[in-house]
């Protein structure tokens, strides 16, 4: 049986001075004192319709393009979604579940509406601790869901008393608060490839793997290259030959200019070198000359 408005709020622990006590009963397994009671903390009767109850972002959610970060949110920001991306949510709310209900977590529709996907979960009998749900984005636009904004709803049903009662050592995540760091099983993240590493064979594997719009994308790019080919050839290679002759030729007559430069002044270092060494041996000539005897 789906427990009714008045059902849930026969059974919801309001009193303020009660909750905090209302967490240690869990915490303690205390079943005497709760009874059939539930508790959802903070409690607003807005969220509660006629079957169901509708659960909020809280201050915590992990991408699972990012797994590793914890991101922090509060009042008056946004989660943003890319296209395909995933995201755990972390409920505002506290939940605590006695022995005689499970509820089951699903989407609103009207996030349904705007391409959006919840999946869907439960919430099994004596759970106590805020809820981690994923929340994907299916559209091909950005989608962004605010702070304390209802994306979720839970109905909760009546079963039979359990024998088995969730314990921390079977339930790592029972009486969480928070979200800790992930560890994905099944799904490998992978990093980001830096922009000097991209190939064509990258971009095909992209296309292969994920389809529209890539394929697109590829399209645009072999275009855009085939234009830039084409407008080189056709006006832009003859004026870079002209300039590259005229640029060769301008370089090869500077560097003419300078060999001639230094092959005159060398010429006529050593020119005057010699001269000076001419002159120098002349006069020790005559001045040995002067030196014999007469005959």
Avoid at 57 to 67: F, I
Wanted: charged share 25%; net charge negative; hydrophobic share 40%.
């Amino acid at each position: 049986m789906i427990l009714s408005d008045l059902n849930i709020k026969e059974r919801i622990i309001q009193e303020p001075d009660k909750i905090n006590q209302a967490k240690e009963w869990w915490e303690k397994g205390a079943w005497e004192d709760i009874g059939n009671s539930i508790l959802i903390e903070p409690y607003d009767n807005v969220s509660l319709s006629p079957c169901c109850y509708d659960f909020t972002v809280g201050e915590e959610y992990v991408s699972l393009r990012d797994p590793e970060k914890i991101c922090k949110i509060r009042k008056g920001d946004s989660i943003k979604l890319g296209p395909g991306e995933t995201v755990l949510i972390l409920t505002q709310e506290y939940v605590c579940l006695p022995k005689d209900v499970v509820a089951m977590i699903v989407p609103r529709a009207t996030l349904i509406f705007e391409g959006t996907s919840l999946n869907s979960t439960r919430i099994d009998p004596t759970w106590y601790g805020k809820l981690l749900i994923g929340f994907t984005n299916l559209a091909k636009n950005p989608v962004s869901l605010d702070y304390g904004e209802p994306f979720c709803t839970g109905y909760f049903m009546q079963v039979a008393i359990t024998e088995r009662i969730l314990t921390r050592e079977r339930v790592r995540f029972l009486g969480r608060t928070n979200i800790n760091s992930l560890k994905l099983t099944h799904a490998k993240p992978q990093k980001l490839m830096s922009p000097d590493r991209v190939t064509r064979e990258e971009m095909e594997k992209v296309v292969e793997l994920y389809g529209w719009p890539w394929d697109v994308v590829r399209g645009m790019f072999n275009l855009t290259v085939k234009e830039i080919k084409e407008f080189i050839s056709a006006d832009s290679a003859p004026t870079i030959v002209e300039e590259a002759t005229s640029a060769a030729i301008k370089r090869a007559y500077e560097t003419q200019q300078i060999w001639m430069k230094v092959l005159i002044v060398g010429g006529i270092t050593v020119f005057v070198a010699f001269l000076g060494v001419k002159g120098y041996f002349v006069s020790l000539i005559f001045d040995i000359l002067s030196k014999l005897p007469s005959p």
